[in-house]
């Protein structure tokens, strides 16, 4: 299971830090992503981390301003936001997969999924 955590409100060119814990001895031979969904649109990329942390992938849209990482023995994957925008605005949802599946940045490829964090940025 997992649980996405660490939203909240920020005004433009803040930062927040979510996190994604994940329950299971198995945490650290799955991928993890995260995806964000606005009001009104379709479930969007953000970011994957591989096992190890040695591969990670970043949508264009976040390059540069956001940064994944992970912590395998406390089961939990972080995403350092910057530089926030208004339309960075939405709810927050990680998801994790073990079968190095493609393409990484559709939801299909993710098996299991955390309940999501609302993020709002206020300009």
């Known amino acids: 299971q997992l649980q996405a955590s660490g939203g909240g409100l920020v005004q433009a060119g803040g930062s927040l830090r979510p996190s994604c814990e994940a329950s299971?001895?198995?945490?650290?031979?799955?991928?993890v992503a995260w995806f964000r969904q606005a009001p009104g649109k379709e479930r969007e990329f953000v970011a994957v981390i591989s096992q190890t942390g040695a591969s990670i992938i970043y949508a264009d849209s976040v390059k540069g301003r956001f940064t994944i990482s992970r912590d395998n023995a406390q089961h939990t994957v972080y995403l350092q936001m910057n530089s926030l925008k208004p339309e960075d605005t939405a709810v927050y949802y990680c998801a994790a997969e073990r079968y190095n599946r493609y393409p990484r940045s559709c939801p299909r490829s993710y098996d299991y999924w955390g309940k999501g964090t609302l993020v709002t940025v206020s300009s």
């Open positions: 299971g001895r198995a945490f650290s031979t799955y991928y």
